[in-house]
């Protein structure tokens, strides 16, 4: 939830990574940024509504998606000694529930540093989840804009064997759908992201490039200074997706991540934004 600066400062001093004082696989060090003050943090102690919205949709809403949407499968629960936001997909009586939430009307932001502290369930075959935002305005999609933080699952990691591994990113803008663009990055991360660890996702945005790293390390540049789309206040959404185009599995026959009576969760620890000074 968003503390005072003066409180945040003092948190994020002794938390270094992950709600952890100790650095190690399962606690990524936090790149310190004096230059930056923390604007925004939500460690997930509560489900804080002020913040985020739980989302409800049927099955194949968008995207060929098999999973419908559910507030039931949002949750603030403990994992191991830290406290987190759970999306937890489930499948049950031949049918996909899973959870997403979206902070549009509530948080957004515009220029900055957004962080995440993730734990990713094994995404293959058929798991897509996603850590991205959205432009918070009147405007339709992809208007709006899109930056598609962390993907993972989808359909080319599946045919080689490298969805662990595989990190998707992509920036979406165009007046309409028949005229939508978009750039698109896909690439092996240098270590596991489904090894049952927590890893940092940011995009560090200014007027000029959108910047994606993962675990500190840089994994895409975007140059946006010449688009219009970009320099919008965004919003923040996390979701479990379960099959759909970006995966190539828009049968449940071909779902084999998530079998019937089996739930399989995303972890997020915190998040957090910083602006620069």
């Given amino acids: 939830m968003c503390k005072l600066t003066a ?6 001093g002794t938390i270094s990574a992950c709600s952890s004082n100790s650095e190690g696989p399962d606690n990524p060090p936090v790149p310190p940024h004096p230059d930056d003050d923390i604007v925004f943090y939500d460690d997930f102690d509560s489900f804080d509504f002020s913040v985020w919205s739980k989302e409800t949709h049927p ?3 968008t995207n060929q998606e098999l999973q419908s949407y559910s507030p039931k499968q949002v949750s603030v629960g403990k994992d191991g000694e830290k406290s987190v936001l759970i999306l937890t997909a489930e499948r049950r009586n031949g049918y996909i529930v899973s959870g997403r939430v979206n902070s549009k009307g509530k948080k957004s932001f515009k220029y900055g540093k957004l962080e995440a502290c993730i734990k990713l369930p094994s995404t293959a075959n058929g798991l897509w989840p996603a850590f991205w935002m959205m432009g918070n305005n009147d405007k339709e999609w992809p208007a709006c804009g899109e930056i598609d933080i962390m993907e993972m ?11 662990s591994k595989r990190v998707n990113t992509a920036i979406h803008f165009g007046p309409d759908v028949a005229r939508h663009q978009q750039e698109y990055y896909a690439a092996n991360s240098t270590t596991d992201l489904q090894d049952g660890n927590y890893h940092i996702y940011a995009a560090e945005w200014d007027r000029e490039n959108i910047r994606i790293y993962i675990d500190g390390t ?8 010449d688009n219009p789309y970009f320099h919008d206040q965004f919003f923040i959404l996390f979701n479990l ?3 759909g185009s970006f995966t190539g599995i828009t049968d449940l026959s071909g779902i084999t991540a998530l079998k019937e009576g089996q739930k399989v969760s995303m972890y997020i620890d915190w998040i957090k934004i910083s602006q620069t000074k």
């Fill in 153 to 163: 699952g989808d359909a080319e990691g599946i045919r080689t064997g490298n969805t």
């Fill in 241 to 243: 997706a379960v099959g």
């Fill in 218 to 225: 840089l994994f895409k540049t975007f140059d946006i200074k």
């Fill in 7 to 12: 409180i945040l400062l003092l948190i994020c």
């Fill in 59 to 61: 099955s194949g809403w």
